[in-house]
T-cell receptor, first 113, second 112 residues
Framework: DQQVKQNSPSLSVQEGRISILNCDYT??????FLWYKKYPAEGPTFLISISSIKDKNEDGRFTVFLNKSAKHLSLHIVPSQPGDSAVYFC????????????FGTGTLLAVQP | DADVTQTPRNRITKTGKRIMLECSQT?????MYWYRQDPGLGLRLIYYSFDVKDINKGEISDGYSVSRQAQAKFSLSLESAIPNQTALYFC???????????FGPGTRLTVT
């Protein structure tokens, strides 16, 4: 049972445009969400996170939106750059002291020059 | 120098062999994790450890064991490797306050 779902395996965007990556979850107990970015032959690196008490968090070109009623979060990258081409994983946790993360299956973003 | 290192980076082994993957970190974190990544399945948690005396099974622990030798070292063992354990394996660390985990570069394991 996949508790965190990324239904788009891949996404292609033109440089300078907005990239929107989506993630859905089924467990209403999740209260902390994260996005990771992964380049080939490297481990995932933390990008941005959001607590369930918020509906938006912004860090430079990256913004994460959380819609708790829809159990949906999205990552917006504006403007997209070729260096953003990578696999993006969303992850969720129940917070507290556990730090166990449940990851989605990933979305491969290709930013075309 | 990398904060989280994994050895080996690549390994090919035969069915039935015992193999150990090692992870070391210099971040001073108490918490360490082992994940495997398979195409179309994302990252799945194998084992995690919140301190040297604490070891917990993750969602896919069957066929694996771990050892937390020190705060900085966490090893994953496959006692008798099988082909469906062919995957990319990642070690990660975190502290007690922030949920962000820091990942090593991964070990690509092939079991023939």
């Amino acid at each position: 049972d996949q508790q965190v779902k990324q239904n788009s395996p891949s996404l292609s965007v033109q440089e300078g445009r907005i990239s929107i990556l989506n993630c859905d979850y089924t467990n209403s107990m999740f209260d902390y969400f994260l996005w990771y970015k992964k380049y080939p032959a490297e481990g995932p690196t933390f990008l941005i996170s959001i607590s369930s008490i918020k509906d938006k968090n912004e860090d430079g070109r990256f913004t994460v939106f959380l819609n708790k009623s829809a159990k949906h979060l999205s990552l917006h990258i504006v403007p997209s750059q070729p260096g953003d081409s990578a696999v993006y994983f969303c992850a969720a946790s129940r917070g507290g002291a556990t730090n166990k993360l449940i990851f989605g299956t990933g979305t491969l973003l290709a930013v075309q020059p | 120098d990398a904060d989280v290192t994994q050895t080996p980076r690549n390994r090919i082994t035969k069915t039935g062999k015992r193999i150990m993957l090692e992870c070391s970190q210099t971040k001073g974190h108490d918490r360490m994790y082992w994940y495997r990544q398979d195409p179309g399945l994302g990252l799945r948690l194998i084992y995690y450890s919140f301190d040297v005396k604490d070891i917990n099974k993750g969602e896919i622990s069957d066929g694996y064991s771990v050892s937390r030798q020190a705060q900085a070292k966490f090893s994953l063992s496959l006692e008798s490797a099988i082909p469906n354990q062919t995957a990319l394996y990642f070690c990660a660390t975190s502290d007690e306050i922030r949920n962000e985990q820091y990942f090593g570069p991964g070990t690509r394991l092939t079991v023939t």
